[in-house]
């Protein structure tokens, strides 16, 4: 509301006394702002194309995709077919590598929302010596690029590696292959945004709350959980969405640390369907979508936390 | 509060900093010893990995030479057209009633990982200008199909083909059709960052210069620049910072063949494909160096905003 009456105020004319202004106003005022309405929904439209091209060929079958314009989809007699995608969920691993970036994604989501929770509890209401020092060093680890830390933590795995698997979810029990290392090494990548953000959040609760808590007799992990955790559903909210994001889309650690094409997400999985089916934009498209599908529906449902979360996000590199 | 023991908080702190350690502080150490390592890091050679950044084209497709140009280029061009599309769109949508609606087409792009903008943009790009998008568009209006990935030649369609066939190293066409992808994902954020700081504006002070006689233009240039350059500079640390770290979308558009390689993805072929674990635990320290000060300044200006919102 605000801003739109101040977009009102940006280009009305200061003369509203002038009658014929008044009259002509709503016509006159359409025409000037005419460009204005061009660029922004040309610009808007241009945003988009591409993933409607995307979108539109994922469902054309591989004879029209390799003939003709995605553009040309809407002629009659329509040709649609959801084809491509049971071909890429079956046949080049979708399926499997779908669940694979959820069992990524959910626990190293958790994990580091509630690793993070904990420290910055004891950041926000704990007295120790070093307690500024060492969570200036946490947030501090920011600006560590994340390339620095693969050689050493994958010759770190490939050691700890044992010959166990893992029960259910397969590959490896830990270390190289293996679902558990790479929620620890998403989790510790996370844990620096996580605990700064958190213990901002934290600190601006209600301090009487708190304290008459614990002069009722209440343990830290009852404050924790039934007063500090409730209170912080919207940082929470944004932080998960924002984690889970960039563990749903990232490729560097995935492609570092899981070898088994087994347990790939999916875009390692796309990936490797770029180099190997390059110009098959059948079997890219539907894959493409397939992978969007959840941060689309996320960004649709829950667009507040979502922009808050990425806004938030960001200084992570 | 009362009757805590002393350990109690080291409890609550215990996991977070047992990770770090693992994951980011034994790392670093780690990597700056193996800097000073040879290849299967059984040997001291001193500086000769980065002696060997600098001096030596590495194998392969490409060089650290042009990765280096090439990430400035990124930081140049990504940063300033990101930044400046994303103020356009900022003002212009701040003026439309369908504000929200113009913001989040531009927005989607962030959503979606860069391995799927990637995909999304091969099709684009596509040489056939009967299936490429781009193609079929300069050709319809008379141009040539240009094969946007792969040339490395300084753009020649009919945008620009009055100018050299080659340019100055890292400005090739392909390069710059990463960029456009890159601008592609980021602009959404540039715009919803500065959106927020545009609202700081007030009304009041815009109409008073109207009635002042202020153009849009000394409006644009006195009040809305100034105000919102904090603003500005936090989303351009933030993208610079991208521009440099840049890794999956040149990873998947080309793989870093045609001149493309950033030093991501030299460090990633160098480390896991060529399994130099010197050279690439230098390339990482080449990257955290360039890095760091950015960083200190993002996050500096990241609490600022915290703290003043």
Not at chain 2, 40 to 64: A, H, M, Q, W
Request: aromatic fraction near 12%.
């Amino acid at each position: 509301m605000e801003e739109s009456a101040r977009g009102r105020i940006a280009t009305r004319l200061p003369s509203p006394a002038d009658p014929a202004a008044v009259l002509g106003g709503g016509l006159k005022r359409l025409f000037i702002r005419l460009p204005l309405h061009i660029v922004l929904i040309g610009l808007a439209i241009i945003w988009s194309i591409p993933t409607i091209a995307l979108l539109v060929s994922s469902f054309r079958t591989p004879q029209d995709i390799a003939s003709n314009g995605w553009w040309n989809a809407f002629r009659l007699p329509l040709n649609f077919t959801t084809a491509n995608y049971e071909n890429v969920l079956q046949q080049h691993g979708m399926g499997r590598a779908f669940i694979n970036s959820l069992i990524i994604s959910v626990p190293a989501t958790l994990l580091v929302i509630l690793i993070a929770a904990l420290a910055a509890y004891a950041f926000s209401w704990m007295r120790f010596p070093g307690r500024n020092a060492l969570f200036l060093v946490m947030v501090g680890m920011l600006v560590v690029p994340l390339q620095m830390t693969l050689i050493p933590v994958l010759r770190l795995y490939v050691r700890l590696t044992p010959n166990v698997d893992m029960p259910i979810l397969g590959g490896n029990l830990f270390g190289v292959s293996s679902f558990a290392g790479i929620w620890l090494a998403h989790t510790a990548y996370g844990l620096p945004l996580a605990v700064y953000l958190l213990r901002n959040f934290f600190g601006s609760l209600p301090k009487d709350l708190i304290e008459s808590a614990y002069l009722d007799g209440a343990s830290d992990l009852g404050v924790f959980f039934r007063i500090v955790l409730p209170l912080s559903v919207p940082a929470l909210g944004a932080l998960a969405i924002f984690q889970f994001l960039w563990v749903w889309n990232d490729l560097l650690v995935a492609l570092t640390l899981l070898g088994d094409p087994r347990l790939y997400p999916m875009t390692v999985n796309i990936t490797t369907l770029v180099s190997s089916f390059g110009s098959n934009y059948q079997v890219l498209t539907a894959a493409a979508f397939v992978s969007m599908v959840v941060p689309l529906i996320i960004f649709f449902a829950l667009q507040r936390y979502f922009v808050q979360g990425l806004l938030a996000g960001a200084v992570k590199g | 509060m009362i009757g805590r023991r002393w350990w109690a908080p080291w409890l609550w702190l215990a996991p977070a900093i047992t990770l770090l350690s693992v994951f980011l502080i034994y790392p670093v150490v780690d990597t700056l010893r193996r800097s000073l390592l040879n290849a299967d890091s059984t040997r001291f050679v001193g500086f000769d990995n980065y002696k060997f950044i600098i001096d030596n084209p590495v194998p392969l497709l490409s060089n650290t030479h042009s990765a280096i140009l090439n990430n400035v280029l990124w930081l140049v061009l990504f940063t300033s057209f990101a930044v400046g599309v994303g103020l356009g769109i900022a003002l212009l949508a701040s003026r439309v009633r369908y504000e929200a609606v113009a913001k989040s087409a531009i927005f989607i792009p962030m959503a979606v990982s860069f391995v799927a903008a990637s995909v999304i943009w091969r099709f684009m790009y596509v040489f056939d200008p009967h299936i490429g998008t781009i193609n079929a568009f300069i050709t319809h209006f008379g141009g040539h199909s240009t094969a946007w990935i792969q040339n490395t030649n300084a753009p020649q369609t009919w945008l620009t083909s009055l100018g050299p066939t080659t340019l100055p190293d890292p400005i090739q066409i392909n390069n710059l059709a990463l960029i456009i992808v890159g601008v592609w994902v980021w602009t959404g954020f540039a715009v919803v960052v500065l959106s927020a700081g545009l609202r700081a504006i007030s009304s009041e002070m815009l109409q008073a210069a109207r009635v002042d006689g202020a153009n849009e233009w000394q409006i644009f240039r006195r009040i809305i620049i100034p105000v919102l350059s904090p603003t500005i500079a936090v989303v351009a640390t933030t993208l610079v910072i991208q521009a440099l770290k840049l890794f999956d979308l040149v990873w998947v558009m080309t793989g870093g063949k045609f001149k493309t390689d950033v030093i991501a993805t030299l460090f990633f072929r160098e480390a896991f494909l060529i399994q130099d674990f010197g050279v690439g635990s230098a390339l990482a320290i080449v990257l955290l160096l360039a890095v760091v000060p950015v960083m200190v300044v993002s996050i500096r200006r990241f609490q600022f905003q915290e703290e003043t919102r």
